[in-house]
C-alpha cells in the first residue's frame, strides 16, 4: 500500500514556525543550581605537589615550565596527570572531540573520579551540540561535575535561532585551554582535545605549542579556572538537560569509555597506564623544568557582556615598544588590526625583525578566516614583515605518522605563540583575529626565559623552513607570489595559492567581499 502523505496548511506552517521563533527565545531558569567550589588548597600535600616541591626553588614566585611541542608527548602529559590526581582534576576546554583522544582522556578523567577525585569538566557550548546526554551522564557521578559555558537556553532544533534573538552575549565564546590536577602542575596552550591535535589523526592533522608548568604558573592557571568556573556562565549540565540517570546508566557509559582502550594499537605513541610505571619517569621529567619567572594573562569575564579589553593585547601594548631585534609569531589564522600593522611598520622601521607563519589557504581548516586573512598580506608585507604560510604537504608531517599504517595527511597549524628577542614567549590560545582580540576569551603563559624562549624558536624556525612552508614577496610590480626553496637550491615561483583549485580561490575571494571580518 503505497505510503500516504501528509498536506499541511500554510497556516500550519507559519504556527510552526512561531513555535521555533518562540522556543528560540527561550531563557535561563534564574536559579541555575551553582555551588561554588576551588582548586585544592594544599598541593604540597599530593604526589605530585611533594615530589615537584622536592627540587622547588625556595622563591615561591617562580614557576617551572616545561614546553610540549611533540603532539605524542602533550598527549601523554595529559594522560598522565590525570592518572597521577588525588584531589581535584580541572579541564576547561573550547571543544573536546568524542573520538579516540577524546574518549581516551575522558576515560583517563572518569576513572579518576572512581578513585575518589573530585573532577570538574568546563566546555564551551558552541561544539557542545548533541553531547549533552554524554555529560548529564557524566555529570551524575558524585565526583564529577561538568558545567557548559555561556550556553543557549534552546537545546533542541531550534538552538541556533539563539544567536538571532541573543547575539550579542552568545557571540563571545570560552577559548581558554586548561588541564589541571590537585592545583599543582598545569598544561596551557593551543590545543584543543581531538585526533587531529594529537597526531592520531588520519585525514589532517595540527602542529601546536601547549606548556606545561607548575609553581607559581600552576596555582595562577587554578586561579583562572575557578573564576571561571564559579561565573555565572558556567551553567551546570543538569539545569540544561535534566533527564534522571541511574547507576547502571552511567556504569554502561563507563563500559563505552573503557572500549577505547581496545584501540590503543592506533596511536603512535605508547601511553602509560599505571600511575606507578610512571613516578620514576615524572621525577625525571620534574629534574629537567626550566624555573622561571612566569605569569597567566587571561581575559576578564566582562567580555561575555561586551565590555573588558582582551588581555593579550594590552600586555602587548606594554612591551611592544621596546622590543630590540626580533618579533617571531606563529598564529592559525592572521587577520591583523590598522593598529596591529602599524606596530609592525613602527617595529621594521626601527630595525626589527617581524617573522609571521600562518596556515596557507590549503592548510587553513577554515576558509572564511582564510577569507579574512588574504586582504592583508600586501599590508604586512608592505609594513616590513616577513610572511610564511605552512604547506598543507609540509615536509615535517612525516612527524605524525598517524596510526600503524603510516599515513601521509596534511599539515596545519592552530599554534597560537610569539617570542620576543629570543627572550620571552607567550603560549596560549589566542589568535591574532578579531574573534580572539574583541569576542572571544583567551589565556595564556608568559615565560620569560631565554632557554625556554630559544626552545620556542627552535621549533618555529622548523616551521619557517623552504620544506615546511611558502616564502610570501611582492615582486618588481607589486604583485603577490609565493616562493618555495626546493631541496637541490632551486626556486619555485607561484602566483596563486599553491596547490589550491580555481573554485577553492574563488570561495575565499567571495567571502572575502562579505562584511564579516568581525566576526572571524
Known amino acids: 500500500m503505497p505510503a500516504a502523505r501528509i498536506h499541511f496548511h500554510p497556516a500550519t506552517w507559519l504556527l510552526a514556525l ?19 567550589s576551588q582548586g585544592y588548597a594544599n598541593p604540597e600535600q599530593t604526589l605530585l ?6 627540587t622547588a626553588p625556595e622563591d615561591k614566585s617562580l614557576s617551572g615550565v616545561q614546553l610540549l611541542a611533540d603532539p605524542g608527548e602533550a598527549f601523554r602529559a595529559r594522560f598522565a596527570i590525570a592518572g597521577f590526581a588525588e584531589k ?30 573530585q573532577v570538574r569538566f568546563l566546555i564551551d557550548d558552541i561544539f557542545h551540540y548533541g553531547r549533552d546526554e554524554a555529560y548529564a551522564l557524566l555529570d551524575t557521578h558524585p565526583n564529577f561535575q561538568v558545567r557548559v559555558f555561556n550556553p543557549m537556553a534552546n537545546r533542541g532544533l531550534a ?24 592545583n599543582a602542575i598545569a598544561v596551557l596552550g593551543g590545543r584543543n ?3 587531529d591535535y594529537f597526531g592520531v589523526d588520519t585525514k589532517a592533522n595540527f602542529f601546536d605549542l601547549d606548556v606545561l608548568t607548575v609553581g607559581q604558573g600552576a596555582r595562577q592557571a587554578g586561579a583562572a579556572f575557578d573564576e571561571y568556573w564559579n561565573s555565572k556562565y558556567a551553567v551546570p549540565i543538569s539545569v540544561l538537560h535534566d533527564k534522571k540517570y541511574t547507576a547502571e546508566d552511567l556504569e554502561n557509559g563507563r563500559i563505552k569509555l573503557r572500549e577505547s582502550l581496545r584501540h590503543l594499537d592506533a596511536l603512535p605513541y605508547a601511553l602509560e597506564m599505571e600511575a606507578d610505571e610512571s613516578v620514576e619517569k615524572l621525577k625525571k621529567w620534574r629534574d629537567g623544568l626550566i624555573w622561571t619567572e612566569a605569569h597567566v594573562v587571561v581575559d576578564p569575564l566582562e567580555r561575555f557582556e561586551g565590555q573588558g579589553e582582551s588581555a593579550v593585547i594590552e600586555y602587548a601594548q606594554t612591551w611592544v615598544e621596546e622590543i630590540d631585534t626580533e618579533f617571531l609569531a606563529e598564529s592559525a589564522y592572521l587577520i591583523p588590526s590598522q593598529q596591529g600593522i602599524e606596530n609592525i611598520r613602527e617595529m621594521t622601521e626601527r630595525g626589527v625583525r617581524v617573522r609571521l607563519l600562518t596556515n596557507s589557504l590549503m592548510s587553513n581548516n577554515h576558509l572564511t578566516a582564510h577569507s579574512g586573512y588574504l586582504k592583508y598580506r600586501k599590508k604586512l608585507l608592505k609594513a616590513g614583515a616577513e610572511l610564511h604560510e605552512l604547506r598543507a604537504e609540509a615536509a615535517l608531517r612525516e612527524h605524525f605518522k598517524a596510526n600503524k599504517e603510516n599515513s601521509e595527511v596534511p599539515a596545519g597549524i592552530p599554534t597560537k605563540s610569539y617570542v620576543i628577542d629570543g627572550q620571552q614567549a607567550l603560549i596560549g590560545s589566542f589568535n591574532f583575529d578579531p574573534r580572539s582580540r574583541d569576542l572571544n576569551s583567551e589565556i595564556g603563559l608568559v615565560i620569560s626565559n631565554r632557554e625556554f624562549a630559544q626552545q620556542v624558536v627552535k621549533e618555529m624556525n622548523r616551521d619557517f623552513h623552504p620544506e615546511n612552508s611558502y616564502r610570501l614577496f611582492l615582486n618588481e610590480r607589486g604583485k603577490l607570489r609565493w616562493e618555495l626553496t626546493n631541496p637541490d637550491g632551486t626556486v619555485t615561483t607561484y602566483k596563486r595559492d599553491p596547490g589550491a583549485s580555481i573554485w577553492k580561490r574563488m570561495g575565499a575571494r567571495i567571502l572575502s567581499w562579505l562584511p564579516i571580518e568581525q566576526e572571524l
Not at 522556543?23 to 541555575?32: E, N
Request: net charge positive; charged share 20%.
Open 18 to 36: 512561531a513555535f521555533a521563533l518562540l522556543a528560540g527565545c527561550a531563557s535561563l531558569p534564574d536559579d541555575l543550581q551553582q555551588t561554588p
Open 49 to 54: 605537589g611533594a615530589l615537584i616541591a622536592e
Open 88 to 117: 581535584t582534576l580541572d579541564m576547561q576546554y573550547y571543544l573536546w572531540k568524542g573520538d579516540l583522544a577524546g574518549q581516551l582522556l575522558m576515560w583517563r578523567a572518569l576513572d579518576a573520579a572512581d578513585r575518589g577525585v
Open 159 to 182: 538552538r541556533n535561532l539563539n544567536f538571532l534573538v541573543n547575539k550579542r552575549q552568545l557571540n563571545h565564546r570560552m577559548h581558554n585551554k586548561i588541564f589541571k590536577a590537585d
Open 193 to 195: 582535545i581531538g585526533n
